[in-house]
């Protein structure tokens, strides 16, 4: 049983969040550091270049790095604070065993192995190997993400093994491989400087991608015209030259009506089109209807700020259009992108200098991680699992016959509701907090309460992790050697500062040692992350994501190189398409018809308002490590209810007061924060925290029937103003909220 | 000064329309050893319930400083390369004079040790060739520091500007703020 072995209060004594700051002065040996170690901060898919500086095996402080060229030595708070996650209070040293009525008991190695181990052989003989599942996460590196691939399939040998990117890119992934063959930006960041129009879709650069922001300022000092759609003003939209404040779920109609105005106007690059693309006309067909009036009806843009965005798009001769989970986390979400990919093929702005287009990757490793392996339907080089010719060329790398490998397993949600089925037994779980993270998390927890067995592996004891039987202490991003992929593609290196503290293990050991014990030793004989890394590049290798010829070495001398990379005197490919050779099976950009559709629950009577959810620049995903460091709680300690003016009057609601907010799933109580920065039909409500602060307790699993992604843009919502502010208690302990 | 590599030939930018409000130059600050974990650049909101507007506020480094001409102890000094520094500790008698006489606001007055402190533009870093942390770690360009020809050239729709009007009142600075193209000076009453 995976209930709570102790209350939460208990457990958060033990094992926290507890708020981590540096002494006055600075930790001992900040000044006089035993090493300085180029490495990149592990809290986006910036994946900002920094120096961490390490006395006595300990992280004491950090110093930019003002030589990688994304950011120069540029930070966000977060970047800032990182360093601070080492050394920290709350760091498992050892394994745990679950002590009903007290919590955890500390274990030796061996019986913790030991015992996951037996317990994924008793749940397997009994329901069947797919009965034991796996959760990974994006935060891991390339070689971790593929050594999590290839320990589900081989050692573990369930096919439901999948990660939190299916929360993250997934939308992104599946839209891109539609329309051009192969997932990846298309484009580096250089690309943006002499872009003529930026269209930013549903993408809040400034809190999620901060060091983004230089690069469109640059832009805009060459003249750029910057257009943001977001249905509030965030910094970005502040100063952008058209905001277009889009009702959150009405993204399509939005592009399909910009469409609309391209084919009217005949802004159209005919000769790309006929020449490089397939499905114009049906795609054009698709939205002929989608005239402005409709469209400002539907989005609830003004339809002169419509037409202004489509005459910037239509009539500019370079462009760069990028989007994020604001498009993404839908139940149409890979329609919406789709449906800004029509937009960049309509006018043939791609594969050219300062002509871009991607999605812009928000977890540290969300662009490698999605690539190699550790999602239910993939293999490493980004391949399908179901394909014959991918399944020969891994088992043939990976020397096992290819019907061990198993086939496609169920994704991150489903596995929940295959867990409230009974389908699966027992899980383990690296680098995701699902109780935090996943929609209606009422529904997730119940899930985690069925488990007969549980291990989690993780470095703090998230809030998932307080349900686990076994925890594994493993390590953070500055414990282990390794690469991860930015947001660019570019793939980069991660260098082991320190190594775990106390008795706690890489995440790589771990997962090889239960390999070994589960009697699949000889597939994972390696002796470090260089070996993982060179075993997936052959692994990659022929794959759309072929890092064959990336090696350590050249990373090192490059600062970082490209992929794809298929051979190793190839210098990698900043630039997509210049060949205009697009990698799916014909060999052109594909568009891709996108009638509008309602999102997946639109507000009514009895649920009239509608909920956004989104994040905050001071923290990173669930909070797991954030929600630890000081100053990032304290810059915006507890999620608070942005609403606007007239919404809040129409409700009585005073700045500061607490709102119940209830939805179909949950409710829960934020205090109001009243600004004009929103759209008076919507609120918006952080998602960063745990328990009762959980944002995710409101928020709808229904997915995107493609891309399984959760509906985490939008939900219809009623606000029941309590009349009181919010008790300061609250406010000060919300980062670690029960 | 001895033993220093200050680039006389770089200067401190600030734009504030480019201030996100991240807070990235708050927190590289407080790092800086001799501030105790305390900033000494300060980010609000301008009025957050109509805009999501931030504004930073460094020292501007006054070529005539008030904070100094109000000092009754002579514990703020500017040095040869026009960095008007932090209280002298020893000599520091915590009056508060210079908190309120600053038109920017920045001195600000530390309860626990009764010590003025402000910035002193990094002079650890500055004077070992370095920029200052907050200019160096801002990750929108709100905050910038070097020469001002490529200042010029990066930002063509801006002008930088160090002379502010307080009423009667004229105070040219050593830090500059980024005026539209072809402003000479900031109209503060």
Known sequence: MARLPATPEQLIAAFGPHKNYPPQQGFPGRDEPDRVVKTHCCFCGMQCGIKLLVKNNRVVGFDPWEEFPYNEGRLCPKGVQRYLQNNHPDRLLHPLERAEGTGFRRIGWDAALDRTVSEIRRIQATHGPHAFGMLSGVSLTNEKSYLVGKFARLALKTRNLDYNGRLCMVSAGAGNKKAFGLDRASNTYADLAHAEVIMICGTNVSETFPTLTHWIWQARDNGAKLIVVDPRQTPIARTADLHLPVRPGRDSALYGALLHQLVKHDWLDHDFIAQHTTGFQATAEAVKDYDLSWAERETGIVATDIMRAAEMWGRAKTSFLLHARGIEHHTKGVENVLSCINLVLATGRIGRPYCGYGTITGQGNGQGGREHGHKCDQLPGNRDIENPEHRAHVARVWGVPEPEIPHKGLTAYEIIEAIHRGEIRGLITICFNPLVSLPNNNYVRAAFEKLEHYTAIDFFLNETARHADIVLAGSLHEEEDGTVTTAEGRVVRIRQAVTPPGEARTDTEILLELARRLGAGDKFAFRNSEEIFTELRHASQGGTADYFGITYEKIEKTMGVFWPCPTLDHPGTPRLWEDRNFATPDGKAHFNPVSYRDPGETTDSEFPVILTTGRVVSQYLSGTQTRRIGRLVDQYPEPMLEIHPELAAKYGIRDGDLVRVATRRGSAEFPAQIVETIRPDTIFIPYHWPGRKSANQLTSGELDPISKIPEFKVCAAQLHPLGKPEPQADRATAFAST | ?189
């Open chain 2, 1 to 189: 000064m001895q033993n220093t590599q200050i680039r006389t030939d770089e200067e401190f930018f600030v734009d504030p329309q480019r201030c996100i409000g991240c807070r990235a130059c708050e927190m590289a600050c407080a790092e800086c050893e001799t501030n105790g974990q305390t900033s000494m650049i300060h980010v609000d909101y301008v009025d957050r319930a109509v805009s999501p507007q931030t504004s930073v506020q460094v020292c501007m480094h006054c070529e005539d400083p008030a904070c100094a001409r109000v000092c009754p102890a002579d514990a703020i000094t500017k040095d040869e390369f026009g960095i008007v520094h932090t209280a002298n500790t020893a000599r520091c008698i915590s009056c508060a004079n210079c908190v309120l006489a600053c038109p920017f606001g920045v001195p600000k007055k530390i309860e626990t040790t009764q010590i003025m402190m402000k910035c002193n533009m990094c002079y650890d870093r500055t004077s070992a060739g370095k920029r200052p942390m907050c200019a160096t770690v801002c990750p929108s360009g709100a905050l910038w520091f070097g020469k001002r020809e490529k200042m010029a050239q990066m930002r063509p729709h801006s002008t930088p500007v160090n002379t502010f009007f307080f009423g009667a009142q004229t105070v040219r600075t050593k830090v500059n703020i980024m005026m539209p193209a072809g402003s000479t000076a900031l109209r503060v009453d």
